[in-house]
């Protein structure tokens, strides 16, 4: 994992560095554990000791007369035979990119290393090299969200889509009384929009008969009259009130007369 869209905190990458060089977790961050733990070797007894240093296998490369060289006391290493050399940090980094095919960076390594020690994290007060940011303290503000309106162009296509812009544009009552009628009938939204808008719904073309056994007739603007309001006022209510029964559930029907409310 590499940096290049992360923010370093070298002051907090330092004290992981300090506390792995520092021997603060025993024997787990050690050459020998590492040779232990990656299957070179069994125990701290297969390893050679030659002038006060220890050799073992190289992880690199073969190598049947051991080459590879550490001092845990000084922190280093050095491979006689392939030319590598380094820190503890150094070698695992290697062997992590090369011989397990991740893509580390050296910070990446830390934050690694951090991230799967609770205890460092415990012991240091945090648990990335990277900067986090506390959103109370950096300026970061919430924005409540707010639903996008639709367009003006957008062609209702469900019958509650189509009440709700009625009301907000405020449409005269017979308007309203239209849509419920020919809601009632069945007519689709998109055609009782271009009856109350105008135009031409090319995709929804109507020739006068909605069923086979029954003819529909919308509200026309010539019909707007109190008499064909106060004869339609009854089955308005009815459509109001009515309730539906969905799998032994009572679901209630949008309550239209809200759209003659003010």
């Known amino acids: 994992m590499m940096d290049s869209n992360?923010?370093?905190?070298?002051?907090?990458?330092?004290?992981?560095k300090d506390y792995l060089k520092n021997g603060n977790a025993g024997k787990l961050?050690?050459?020998?554990?590492?040779?232990?733990?990656?299957?070179?070797?069994?125990?701290?007894?297969?390893?050679?000791?030659?002038g006060g240093n220890v050799f073992t296998h190289c992880?690199?490369?073969?190598?049947?007369?051991?080459?590879?060289?550490?001092?845990?006391?000084?922190?280093?290493?050095?491979?006689?035979s392939c030319g590598f050399g380094g820190t503890y940090i150094d070698l695992v980094?290697?062997?992590?990119n090369d011989v397990n095919g991740r893509n580390l960076s050296y910070?990446?390594?830390?934050d690694d290393f951090l991230k799967n020690d609770s205890i460092m994290q415990a012991t240091l007060g945090f648990s990335t090299v990277y900067t986090t940011y506390n959103i109370f303290k950096d300026g970061?503000?919430?924005?409540?969200?707010?639903?996008?309106?639709?367009?003006?162009?957008?062609?209702?296509?469900?019958?509650?889509?189509l009440a709700n812009k009625i009301k907000r544009d405020g449409r005269p009552k017979e308007d309203i009384f239209e849509f419920i009628l020919s809601m009632q009938a069945n007519v689709p939204a998109r055609t009782i929009y271009y009856q109350l808008y105008g135009g031409q719904?090319?995709?929804?073309?109507?020739?006068?008969?909605?069923?086979?056994?029954r003819s529909f007739s919308p509200v026309t603007s010539s019909q707007e009259n109190s008499s064909a309001i106060e004869s339609n006022s009854k089955s308005i209510e009815e459509?109001?009130?009515?309730?539906?029964?969905?799998?032994?559930?009572?679901?209630?029907?949008y309550d239209f007369s809200k759209l003659l409310e003010n």
């Open 140 to 161: 970061f503000e919430f924005k409540p969200f707010k639903p996008k309106r639709l367009k003006e162009s957008y062609v209702p296509s469900h019958y509650l889509e």
């Open 59 to 80: 992880p690199f490369h073969y190598d049947k007369t051991p080459s590879f060289s550490f001092s845990e006391k000084r922190g280093i290493c050095n491979c006689f």
């Open 6 to 16: 992360k923010k370093i905190n070298y002051e907090s990458a330092q004290k992981v």
């Open 239 to 253: 459509a109001n009130s009515k309730s539906v029964k969905d799998t032994g559930s009572e679901v209630k029907v």
């Open 93 to 96: 980094l290697k062997y992590e």
């Open 29 to 50: 961050y050690t050459f020998t554990n590492f040779f232990i733990k990656n299957g070179y070797i069994k125990s701290e007894s297969e390893l050679e000791h030659r």
């Open 201 to 213: 719904d090319v995709d929804h073309v109507t020739t006068g008969n909605i069923d086979d056994d």
């Open 107 to 110: 910070y990446g390594l830390l």
